[in-house]
């Protein structure tokens, strides 16, 4: 975003066949590592694939950047739950990477009700001449075995395995809908819609609650919890956001059940904008703090929202993502794309802020030059290494020829997940069954 916003550059697409795309190759969540060296995505049919990036070759400096499949594994299976009759689908939802330590890779994985620990690493050697064993892997007859022979490790093709070291199970009655690695990378919280759990790595058959808004009555149910993330740098902070639109900044030093929050972030509601579909529309779908620790993002339904984490009573910046919806809000009220969530995210230093619209849109804005820009993630215009051109939508009156009304708008394409690379300006999009990539302009 530095330079000219239309010399963003598309990569390389990772994009599976549309022809025999199924429901269960959805992409339902993309997570950057903290390197940025891996993108993970999962998607509606429990799997998890890994992209890796090519390193640096002197012959070929341009391919520095592209993304690779790495690993691919079913993380999740379809469950059912005999006591509730319920089927449990197997839909990652979402993906958060641990610090890298040694030369192996940790990821955590959720869907509905389950979260997983999962190890990715490599092998490139075998062992060979087992005592008891045949190459083959029979065991050999005792009797036989005159002499006692030294296993050594013979070179083989690379192989990437994952393997779930733990599985975090049974500790939600309702859909998990985040979970967040804590600082000190010793603990992660998993929330679902009424409760939140801190749960030790370490340890997989209890978790602590730490936060409960069941109500003894269900009937006066008014809210649910909708998001939730630690604070990057302080392990005792943590925010977690509301169908309400509120947000609730809770410290575990004051109290082991965090039901009585330390900061409590509501925008008052403009009353000449009041209407039926109000709560609905401000109900947030995500929250995120930024690198710096010091602001939260939030997005709703038409808007992203800035926080800054000393002021409580209103934003700090809004930026309208599609405000031409509003008139629409009836239709997609009853086509359910009213509930849809939205995702957003920070770029590295905190100066911009990207999220996703329909019709394959998404829109990045500059926090400190105000500009913003419209882009759109399609296969028709990704070939590799093409300059994306922005799109603007027209409302109502003449329409230029490279304006796109906002009844002809496809509101089945939509990108609600996407990622952005922790120190360079490369995003991952994931629109329906494709994931895109694109980065900056290289000279």
Sequence with gaps: MEEDIDTRKINSSFLRDHSYATEADIISTVEFNHTG????????????????????????PHRRGEY????????????????????????????????????????????????????????DKRPEGYNLKDEDGRFRDPSMITMLRVPVLRPMDLMVEATPRRVFANAHTYHINSISVNSDYETYMSADDLRINLWNFEITNQSFNIVDIKPANMEELTEVITAAEFHPHHCNTFVYSSSKGTIRLC?????????????FFEEPEDPSNRSFFSEIISSISDVKFSH?????????????????LNMENRPIETYQVHDYLRSKLCSLYENDCIFDKFECVWNGSDSVIMTGSY????????????????LEASRENSKPRAILKPRKVCVGGKRRKDEISVDSLDFSKKILHTAWHPSENIIAVAATNNLYIFQDKVN
């Design 37 to 60: 060296e891996l993108l993970a995505t999962g998607d509606k049919g429990g799997r998890v694939v890994i992209f890796q990036r090519e390193q640096e070759s002197r012959n070929q």
């Design 292 to 308: 710096s620790g010091r602001y939260i993002m939030t997005r709703d339904y038409l808007t992203v929202k800035v926080w800054d």
């Design 68 to 123: 690779n499949v790495y690993s691919t594994f079913q993380s999740h299976e379809p469950e059912f739950d005999y006591l509730k009759s319920l089927e449990i689908e197997e839909k990652i939802n979402k993906i958060r990477w641990l610090p890298q330590q040694n030369a192996a890779y940790f990821l955590l994985s959720t869907n509905d009700k389950t979260v997983k620990l999962w190890k990715v690493s490599e092998r």
């Design 359 to 374: 019709n394959n849109f998404f829109r990045m804005f500059d926090r400190n030059t105000k500009r913003d820009v419209t």
């Design 251 to 263: 410290d575990m030093r004051a109290s082991a059940l965090c039901d009585r929050h330390s900061k």
